[in-house]
């Protein structure tokens, strides 16, 4: 399965004081600049901008995903963008393997993330060859030193051995455990004639009842079957 990279950027059209950028413009840059740079620099990614993704669901859950599970980010910093600023942040506060770049001559970055690195660009030929090399020097640091804090939240939770939070599923597991032992112990009751004779007497469902003894004649397909009736609530004790 090929790494993941996702892009922060503008999207939609962009006014700062004087500044006008359209959407076009910034779908130009990412598709002949920022992606074919990151695509020279490691050419078995997958490289995805918020408005590639296709799928069902909120856009807001999708990229929420994208920041906390891409194997790398790339962030243009180039224009003061809200959503640009806040996704950084998320990804920041998720794991490392975040590169930003920002164009020559644009405005100076926000102060909070001013000590960071970040790769200067020119949207031009010469500089897409720049940025290439740029950005596989980042990549090739990334993969020696997977683990390795590239901000500051990381880096001080790494040295004040902060624990992120780490979500009770505590009743999902107990719900799976339970699934399993049923799996098993219904698939122990068909295997065994005398226990699947005292179930099917006892049983309330004939449909279910006739599904069991049915099933006891093929223990191999059995075994499939009923890791789907079990997980769909289909077939119960």
Do not use: W
């Not at 799996?183 to 065994?192: D, S």
């Amino acid at each position: 399965m090929n790494k993941t990279c996702f892009v922060i950027m503008p999207i939609g059209e962009q006014r700062f004081g004087d500044i006008e950028v359209s959407a076009a413009d910034l779908r130009n840059k990412y598709d002949d600049l920022i992606k074919v740079a990151i695509s020279n620099a490691k050419p078995d990614l997958e490289i995805i901008r918020s408005d590639d993704i296709t799928s069902s669901g909120t856009i807001t859950s999708d990229i929420l995903t994208l920041l906390m599970h891409s194997d790398y980010v790339v962030a243009d910093v180039t224009y003061p963008n809200p959503n640009v600023f806040y996704e950084l942040g998320i990804r920041h506060s998720c794991r490392p393997g975040t590169i930003l770049i920002k164009e020559n001559g644009s405005a100076n970055v926000p102060f909070d993330i001013s000590h960071l690195r970040y790769i200067n660009y020119e949207n031009t030929s010469t500089g897409l060859k720049k940025l290439s090399k740029d950005l596989k020097n980042s990549f090739d640091n990334f993969d020696k030193r997977p683990n390795y804090p590239d901000n500051h939240v990381l880096e001080l939770a790494s040295r004040s051995k902060y624990k992120f939070l780490k979500f009770d599923n505590e009743e999902e597991e107990k719900e799976q455990k339970r699934k399993n032992a049923m799996k098993k112990a219904l698939l122990k009751i068909i295997e065994t004639p005398k226990l699947l004779a005292v179930l099917l007497k006892n049983s309330s469902d004939p449909m279910q009842a006739q599904l069991l003894k049915e099933l006891s004649k093929s223990p191999e397909t059995a075994e499939v079957l009923l890791e789907y009736l079990v997980e769909s609530e289909s077939v119960k004790l």
